[in-house]
């Protein structure tokens, strides 16, 4: 693959990730909060969020594994019966994102957390 192939293929997955990420926004979460979804399942099952969301990511590579090495997938965007590799792929991607939103918030969160503590302990 050549630089100007690669180069393609990088701006076809990223032009079709986002749109992919805006179709899909109900499927994560359908209000302002975009991590709704995993906040409430990781409430319900006492995980963290990344967690949840390292598990739907897990699910989506154990897919496109289980059709690379059968050698039984279209790389298309989408087949009559539903999704491509191609689309599989971007999921992936777009839930390696949401993984990052995520830890990003748990950090915020510790970084408040522990900063509330030292507030605390300064004023005892």
């Known amino acids: 693959m050549t630089p100007d192939q690669f180069e393609i ?3 076809e997955f990223l032009v079709r990730e986002a749109r992919i990420l805006d179709w899909k926004r109900n499927e994560y979460s359908p209000d302002e909060d975009r991590l709704q979804n995993f906040r409430e399942v990781a409430e319900f099952s006492g995980r963290q969020m990344s967690e949840i969301a390292l598990i739907c990511l897990l699910k989506h590579i154990q897919s496109i594994s289980l059709a690379v090495q059968s050698k039984k997938y279209a790389w298309t965007w989408q ?3 539903g999704e491509g590799l ?7 991607r777009n839930y390696l994102l949401l993984l990052a939103a995520c830890l990003d918030e748990e950090t915020e969160e510790t970084e408040e957390t522990i900063a509330e503590k030292e507030t605390k302990i300064e004023s005892d």
Not at 86 to 92: E, S
């Open 86 to 92: 191609k689309q599989r792929i971007a999921d992936a």
């Open 9 to 11: 293929l990088r701006d």
């Open 79 to 81: 087949t009559e019966s």
